[in-house]
């Protein structure tokens, strides 16, 4: 007998990634929103990815997260094998959009984090043509931030949030999530990078050639793993 595949994981770089769908995702995030302690989703992006091998705390967060959510059909295509329905819930990044109109719905608090106020500015926009009565219960950037992180955390805890949408750069959001996850006040935690600008039409030139860049970057990385296993 063969060995029998989990669809509902891929393996990438030594990675064992969730690969549900948005449904599947949904349920559990609805389980999430009910502890009463912390739980953290994170959305894989190419970059983190890339980055792991030169930073261990980027595995060391996907491999102690709830719940993985894909970020780019790339990391699909690179695991191979992917369906139609999955490539599609991943580029069209469904499960945040179902995600911001549930708690808009539902009147539940939202902490927006980013690394600059501009990028927050973004953030709400985008969420906003989501779900046009989309109102954070709170908003900070790191780049106000003058004293230690315990700055950001009394920020956040300030607002009562239900949720923590982060979009700190890799490796900072994992450093932040796994250092401080126990003086975070709020059920869900989630880091989603930049796989909020992903969509498409939402992408400067600009951020459509590093993407570019990082999708070479990881089928080399896997390229190169692939052929370490070989040889192992």
Not at 78 to 93: F, H, I, K
Not at 186 to 195: F, L
């Amino acid at each position: 007998m063969g060995k029998k595949t989990d669809v509902k994981k891929i393996e990438i770089l030594g990675m064992h990634l969730d690969n549900y769908t948005v449904r599947e995702s949904l349920l559990r995030l609805d389980t999430y929103m009910g502890n009463t302690v912390l739980n953290i989703i994170e959305t894989v992006t190419m970059k983190q990815l890339v980055l792991a091998g030169e930073h261990p705390v980027i595995k060391d967060c996907l491999n102690q997260a709830d719940l993985c959510i894909i970020g780019e059909c790339e990391i699909l295509s690179e695991a191979g094998n992917p369906t139609l329905q999955r490539m599609r819930e991943v580029r069209d990044q469904d499960f945040l959009q179902e995600l911001i109109v549930r708690m808009t719905r539902n009147r539940k608090r939202v902490f927006l984090l980013a690394m600059t106020k501009e990028e927050l500015e973004q953030m709400q926009r985008i969420f906003e043509e989501k779900s046009p009565k989309f109102a954070p219960a709170g908003v900070y950037a790191v780049e106000m931030c003058t004293g230690d992180l315990d700055t950001i955390v009394n920020e956040m805890n300030g607002s009562t949030p239900d949720l923590v949408i982060s979009a700190l750069d890799s490796p900072m959001e994992e450093e932040f999530i796994l250092s401080y996850r126990d003086k975070i006040g709020t059920s869900v935690w989630y880091g989603i990078g930049a796989s909020y600008q992903y969509k498409a039409g939402k992408m400067q030139v600009g951020k459509t050639f590093q993407r570019l860049a990082l999708r070479g970057r990881l089928h080399l990385s896997v390229s190169k793993y692939r052929q370490k296993e070989n040889k192992d």
